[in-house]
Each structure stands twice: as C-alpha cells, then as structure tokens.
C-alpha cells in the first residue's frame, strides 16, 4: 500500500501542510524540519502525484538547466548534483549547452528554443547583466556565477575575489614570491576571471610585492592544453615563476603536466593551487591544492530559488544575491 502526504507528516512528527511545503518549495521551512520530512518521504517512498497538480497549476514539473560545457567535470559535476537536489522535488531537469554563445543564451532565456519550462537555471558567459534581465521576464531565473541580475533575477555565487586571495596567500605563506597566474579571459562577460584576478593582486600586494603583467597569462578555454600552454609560455618568457595560481583546476592539471615535461619538480621548483576542486585533481600526482566551491549548496540554494519563484511568483519581491561558501584545500601539490 502506497504511503500518504498524512503518512509523511506522522512519520515527521509535522503537520500536512508542512509535508506540502517541503515537496512544493513554496514556504521557507527550517533546515531540521526540512530535513526531518525528507527524510520521512524516503523512509515511506511516498511519491506525490506531482503531474496531476502541475498540470491543474498550469505546470509542467520541468525546469531548465543551461550551462556552458558539457564535458565541464565542474559543471558536469554541479550538473550531477542539481538533478539530484530537483529530483528530490519530483522535477525533471533538461539541461542544455551553451558554449558560451551569446544566441544560444537568448534562445534559452527567451524560451525561442520551444521548449515548455517552469523556469532556468543558467551560467551566462556572453550576455551582458541587461539583456539578461530583459530577456527573463516572465520565465523564473536564476543566474549561477558573476552576472549581476540588477535586482531582477536570483543569483547564487562564490565570492572569487577572497576565494583567489586566500589561495594566491596560501601560496605566499610557503615562501614563494614569484607568483605567477594563469586564467585571465578578458573576451567573456561573465566576470569570473576578473574577480578571481583581482583577488590574486590583491593578495600579492598585501605582501609588499607589485603585480606584474608578465606573470599573468591570458587563455581562451580553461582546459587542460590551455594551462599546459600557459606554463610554457611562462618558462620560455624567462619568468620563472616560484608558484602557480590556475584559476580552474583543468589549468592547474595543465600547468602540471608542462612542469612535468620540463623536469620541474612540484611543490620544490614551483608550487601549483587550482579552483573548483574536480575528482581528477584529488587523484594526480601530486593531488591538487585547490579551491573547493560548496557545490552542493550551489545547487540547493539555486533549486529553493527557483521553486519561490515558480510557486510563489511576487513581482514585488526582491530577488535573492546569495554567496556560498568555499573553502582552501591543501594537498600534495603545495607540499600539503
């Protein structure tokens, strides 16, 4: 016999109302008693019949998902995780790839793409803040990364600037002083590799040491052969820089393998730190010293976003600017 909404608040110890918040996402519910429900729902397997109610709602149960890479293993990754946060919310998530294109970003935004969504969760790259607002209305958004919605769309970050000072001082703490960065990309409008460079200069001249433009390298992807090149670029300009930060850790797995090539030992010769903490950086040699995004509240939050705005869909209510939290992780390639 199937379990009940009644069943879950039992179970919970709730009221059925309750049980209906947590499963539709439109009320605020506290954490523990969010988390007591959920786990009543698995406990029971109670599955709410979501499709009848969407559809007497005038929704459809399906939320957008746009990012810019696929093959990503950070937004792979994140994408992993927003499907399992949705999941929970009985939703099916369609995920889409951009590419950074500033057409494909339009198409999604402004729903010319035909597909029929309750609302988009996108990592723009190439439109600016206000098209992108314009573009929304009246589709629910909310915007992963560094494009400001102007108070218009939700928005769910990591604060690059301290995330890249933290880890550019971890570096500097070791001794290093001639400390190299390889990730600007000056051609997108997100505004990531500004932040996180701005935090790496600011780092720089908190210890006395005036950044150089030799020291900062420019590339168009941020993949593995990009930091690779980057790293020769470096070494063959003479720089000879003492350390490393990547501002992604594909970059940083790039650097390390042009270090490797050139008989650089790593941390001894040059201590290398990347950015976003992927699977393969815990498992090089030497792992990666990186900086580690809380992913899964990324998704969470970016998920609750969107179900107040689908279920509970205020004009008048000011969107959300949240910032997550991350955090330095030291392994084998800074001599952790």
């Known amino acids: 016999m199937s379990s009940s909404l009644k069943d879950v608040a039992a179970r919970a110890g709730v009221s059925a109302r309750t049980v209906s918040n947590v499963v539709n996402g439109s009320a605020r519910v506290a954490p523990e008693t969010r988390r007591r429900v ?5 406990e029971l397997g ?3 019949n979501l499709a009848a109610r969407s559809l007497r709602a005038g929704r459809t149960g399906i939320v957008g998902l746009a990012i810019p890479e696929l093959h990503s293993p950070y937004f792979a990754e994140l994408a992993g995780l927003l499907v399992d946060e949705a999941r929970r919310r009985s939703w099916t998530v369609v995920i889409d790839q951009t590419r950074g294109d500033a057409e494909a970003e339009r198409r999604l935004l402004t729903g010319d793409g035909g597909r029929v969504m309750d609302g988009l969760i996108i990592s723009p790259w190439a439109l600016p803040a206000e098209e992108i607002t314009a ?7 909310v915007l992963l990364g560094e494009r400001s919605p102007q108070g218009l769309a939700d928005r769910v970050a990591v604060d690059n600037v301290a995330a890249a000072e933290e880890a550019t001082a971890h570096l500097l703490s070791l001794g290093r002083r001639r400390v190299a960065a ?5 051609h997108l409008r997100n505004g990531t ?4 460079a701005e935090g790496y200069r600011t780092a720089l001249r908190r210890a006395g040491i005036t950044p ?7 590339v168009p992807a941020l993949h593995r052969a990009d930091g690779a090149r980057a790293m020769a670029e470096l070494l063959d300009a003479g720089a000879g820089p003492d350390a490393v930060f990547a501002f992604s850790d594909e970059l940083a797995l790039g650097a390390l393998h042009t270090a490797h090539v050139r008989g650089l030992r790593v941390p001894e010769d040059v201590a290398v730190v990347g950015f976003d903490d992927i699977e393969d950086g815990r498992f090089g040699r030497p792992t990666l010293t990186t ?3 809380d992913k899964a509240q990324i ?5 609750q976003c969107l179900a107040d705005r689908i279920y509970s869909p205020r004009n008048d209510v000011p969107a959300a600017d949240l910032t997550v939290p991350h955090r330095l992780v030291v392994r084998g390639s800074t001599g952790g």
């Not at 390889?182 to 000056?186: A, D, F, M, R, V």
């Not at 590799?193 to 996180?196: F, N, V, W």
């Not at 150089?212 to 420019?218: K, L, S, V």
């Not at 998704?299 to 998920?303: I, N, S």
């Open 135 to 141: 573009a929304a209305r009246p589709l629910p958004v």
């Open 291 to 293: 900086v580690s995004p």
């Open 182 to 186: 390889i990730g600007l990309q000056p």
């Open 46 to 48: 109670y599955r709410p």
């Open 193 to 196: 590799a500004e932040l996180r």
């Open 212 to 218: 150089r433009p030799e020291w900062e390298r420019t």
């Open 299 to 303: 998704a969470a939050r970016a998920l």
């Open 38 to 42: 959920q786990e009543a729902i698995e």
